[in-house]
């Protein structure tokens, strides 16, 4: 089993960031892809990024690149994803998930792909 703890969500003005963090638990995931999605209201849950865990290979959607920034840190086993000129559309409740092995990049981005998910933190973007 593997915990995922999302936290670091909030309010925030457009135009501002956000750094959300996601705590890793319960098991060596060396192997594992760590993925951060999004989910607005009355939408569908979307991908936002992903980063391989060994390697650090990085993909992202294309309404957050140049925007946003996934990394994760080996010694605290925490995914971050640092959020840059956010705007309104930005909104959502954002999830950290983890999968078991590797995945080209768009096949990466399916939900299904996922084994393992946090509760979710609310990102909040005022106009």
């Known amino acids: 089993q593997v915990q995922l703890v999302e936290s670091g969500g909030g309010l925030v003005q457009a135009g501002g960031s956000l750094r959300l963090s996601c705590a890793v638990s319960?098991?060596?995931?060396?192997?594992?892809?760590m993925g951060w999605f999004r989910q607005a209201p009355g939408k569908e849950r979307e991908f936002v990024a992903v980063?391989?865990?060994?390697?650090?290979?990085?993909y992202y959607a294309d309404s957050v690149k140049g925007r946003f920034i996934i990394s994760r840190d080996s010694a605290k086993y925490t995914v971050s994803l640092q959020m840059n000129s956010l705007k309104p559309e930005d909104t959502a409740v954002y999830y950290c998930?983890?999968?078991?092995?590797?995945?080209?990049?768009?096949?990466?981005?399916?939900?299904?792909?996922?084994?393992?998910w946090g509760q979710g933190t609310q990102v909040t973007v005022s106009s």
């Open positions: 980063i391989r865990w060994s390697g650090g290979t990085t």
């Open positions: 319960g098991r060596t995931i060396s192997n594992y892809r």
């Open positions: 998930a983890a999968g078991l092995g590797f995945r080209p990049p768009l096949v990466a981005t399916t939900q299904k792909e996922y084994d393992y």
